[in-house]
């Protein structure tokens, strides 16, 4: 069954910096772009990153360019997300995911909460 187990969310100042992390399994990992996505309260689910899985070609959302660094581990199964300069506006529960039409699997989710 695929699975997605995301962590590394937490509290942090404006400025502040996280890294997300999600161990990803029931499925050939090495063959898929992955993703992370973002919902905030009272607001869809957003794209926030990709990368591609051999190129490891990054892509990311406007609101997050130059702040965001997406990375993955083909042996490890997992993919990655460093944030920096966090602001109070990155508020919300981040997923990942593999990039398919209409992905049916997500994970619980880790919350990343941006304030003083």
Known sequence: QVQFVESGGGLVQPGGSLRLSCAASGF???SYTMTWHRQAPGKERELV???TNILLTPTYADSVKGRFTISRDNAKNTVYLQMNN???EDTAVYYCNRLVPNPTYWGQGT???VSS
Request: hydrophobic share 40%; charged share 15%; proline share 17%.
């Open 49 to 51: 990153a990709r990368i």
């Open 111 to 113: 919350q990343v909460t």
């Open 86 to 88: 966090l602001k109070p």
């Open 28 to 30: 050939p990992f090495s």
